[in-house]
């Protein structure tokens, strides 16, 4: 998003933008401070965005709680074997 709406390819940005990045489960809020004509490297490139401290903040409490949870059953290789289903049914129907 930039600017609280939605962006597509083609918008333009301007110094003072504020854009909005989601990476599920993150999401970045993200001030442009300048922009660059030619493409330059990465550590040039950093230097022309900012993210804000509200941001970071609400990242890091996020990465605390998912780091706390418990792990529980998280397979997830697509849909069950022949093997898998014979169980799934074995258990749900109490034999």
């Known amino acids: 998003h930039a600017n609280g709406h939605r962006a597509k390819p083609s918008r333009t940005i301007r110094p003072g933008d504020q854009l909005t990045i989601s990476q599920p489960p993150y999401e970045y809020v993200i001030d442009v401070l300048g922009l660059q004509k030619q493409r330059r490297p990465a550590s040039e490139a950093q230097l022309l965005y900012q993210e ?41 129907r109490g034999d």
């Open 52 to 92: 804000t401290a509200e941001s970071r903040d609400k990242r890091e409490l996020l990465r605390e709680q998912i780091k706390n949870e418990p792990l529980g059953f998280r397979d997830q290789k697509g849909r069950p074997s022949k093997r898998d289903r014979r169980h799934i049914i074995k258990f749900t």
